[in-house]
Nanobody
Framework: QVQLVESGGGLVQAGGSLRLSCAAS????????MAWFRQAPGKEREFVAA????????NYADSVKGRFIISRENGKNTVSLQMNSLKPEDTAVYYC????????????WGQGTQVTVSS
């Protein structure tokens, strides 16, 4: 079992930056692939970014590529999402997710943190 707790959300103006953090506990963090998803009001949850357990392999949704950076520190059991050049359409609840390397779907989720970008 893995417990995930997000922090760092808030209100920011368009063009600004925010850094989200996710603290993990419960199991060996380095054995898990980590990701960020988001859900805007009235929309389905969507993938934002992921980082493999190795740490050097990342991938991003096209909508955030070049603006967001995902990183992890296995020694601190944390994964972060640096969000730059924020747009109003980035407004959503952001969720941290984890999965064991050998499975396909993310099956551990945090409670979410709200990010609001004003125009």
């Amino acid at each position: 079992q893995v417990q995930l707790v997000e922090s760092g959300g808030g209100l920011v103006q368009a063009g600004g930056s925010l850094r989200l953090s996710c603290a993990a506990s419960g199991r060996t963090f380095s054995n898990y692939d980590m990701a960020w998803f988001r859900q805007a009001p009235g929309k389905e949850r969507e993938f934002v970014a992921a980082i493999r357990w190795i740490g050097s392999l990342t991938n991003y949704a096209d909508s955030v590529k070049g603006r967001f950076i995902i990183s992890r520190e296995n020694g601190k059991n944390t994964v972060s999402l640096q969000m730059n050049s924020l747009k109003p359409e980035d407004t959503a609840v952001y969720y941290c997710a984890a999965k064991v390397v050998i499975v396909t779907d993310y099956n551990y989720w945090g409670q979410g943190t709200q990010v609001t970008v004003s125009s």
